[in-house]
């Protein structure tokens, strides 16, 4: 089955579900989407996610990283 053949056929069997079922269906197209990105380049996938929020709290859990625990 080609690339095409086969985006027609998922198209098909997605017009024959319910609503709540086609909401399924596109969430685990994200799923593998971003595992898909994550496997790619995953520091930098996680990373350029963040909010600043999320950016802030990171620094602060790695400031001064050396002198709170220092290598033995």
């Known amino acids: 089955m080609t690339t ?12 024959e579900l319910p609503d709540e079922l086609l909401r399924e269906v596109y969430d ?3 799923f593998l989407a971003e595992r898909k990105k994550r496997t790619l380049n995953p ?5 350029s996610e963040m909010n600043q929020s999320e950016a802030t ?10 002198n709170r625990y220092p290598h033995e």
């Open 4 to 15: 095409l053949q086969l985006r027609e056929a998922i198209l098909e069997k997605t017009r």
């Open 28 to 30: 685990f197209a994200e």
């Open 43 to 47: 520091p930098e996938a996680i990373l």
């Open 57 to 66: 709290h990171l620094e602060e859990e790695f400031s001064d990283y050396r």
